[in-house]
């Protein structure tokens, strides 16, 4: 009897088979089972069955593949983060706020002082405008209309026959009377028991309540000055008594009445202003000099 068995030097194991796989990129992988491994990394003594030789186990080694092409990849844009500014500190608010408070009053300053060159508001004091302005009344007035600039460059402006005006009285510097014009420069003044002749010619006062009683003898006005009188003629410290007024001495020409409300409206040149009907009414409501009426 014969018995079969394969010979140590002949080899029955079939060929061992190659395999190929595709990478990530689409190339060609080659996986060789062939190879011998590396004991120190597939062997297992420990884990091995009792034999003599212990299970080598297969790997695959992995062909390198080339690097991937990014020339047509397009990289999706970068969102940038918006940051927001942190609100000023304590310090710097406080800052704001006194400066804009200061930049407020400046503005205010120079507002009072540019509106001052221009007008200037004055409550009368006394009775010597009776029947047209009356004690206590408030006037705005008119600083414009009499500067030499507007006098001498444009023909305009200065002292007109009726107006009322405000000045510094020759023989009281510093206060402040109320009077209407009379006379002007070059003009010959007289009066006879109350009439006002203007050389020679008697003037038509419409705006005046009621005539005076005195007389003066007839003078010329010289110039750069002005005759001006008091509306309650028999009670008026006027050019009468001290003489003609010059014109440097005007401060401005009263435009406008605004206190009581009774009284609001211009001061007119030539006819009689609101007679009034409120007889008390509220004082020193406002900031003014006084203009007395004397």
Do not use: C
């Amino acid at each position: 009897m014969s018995d079969s068995f394969n010979h140590p030097d002949q080899s029955n194991e079939p060929t061992k088979p190659t395999f190929e796989r595709a990478d990530l990129m689409g190339e060609p992988v080659k996986f060789d089972d062939s190879t011998t491994p590396d004991p120190e990394t597939i062997s297992s003594p420990a884990s091995a069955p009792d034999t003599d030789e212990s299970s080598p186990r297969h790997i695959y080694k992995v062909s390198p593949a080339a690097p991937p092409d990014w020339s047509n990849y397009n990289l999706p844009p970068i969102e940038e983060n918006s940051v927001e500014e942190e609100g000023p500190s304590g310090w710097k608010t406080a800052w704001a706020v006194i400066r804009e408070v200061g930049e407020t009053i400046i503005l205010t300053l120079i507002i009072f002082f540019v509106i001052q060159a221009f007008i200037r508001n004055f409550r009368v004091v006394g009775t010597s405008m009776i029947g047209n302005l009356h004690d206590g009344q408030y006037l705005i007035i008119d600083k414009v209309s009499y500067t030499s600039f507007l006098v001498n460059t444009f023909g305009i402006g200065g002292p007109q026959r009726g107006d009322v005006i405000v000045f510094e009285p020759p023989n009281r510097p510093g206060d402040d009377y109320v009077k209407r014009i009379i006379g002007l420069p070059g003009e010959t003044v007289e009066i006879v028991n109350g009439q006002v002749f203007i050389n020679g010619e008697p003037l038509d006062e419409p705006f005046l309540p009621t005539p005076g009683s005195y007389t003066t003898p007839a003078r010329v006005v010289p110039e750069g000055q002005v005759f001006v009188l008091g509306d309650n003629r028999n009670n008026s410290n006027d050019s009468h008594t001290w003489g003609p007024l010059p014109i440097e001495n005007i401060v401005g020409r009263a435009w406008i009445s605004y206190w009581p409300p009774v009284y609001w409206g211009t001061i007119p040149r030539d006819a009689p202003t609101k007679e009034a009907t409120l007889q008390h009414f509220i004082d020193n409501l406002t900031p003014h000099a006084n203009a007395d009426s004397k």
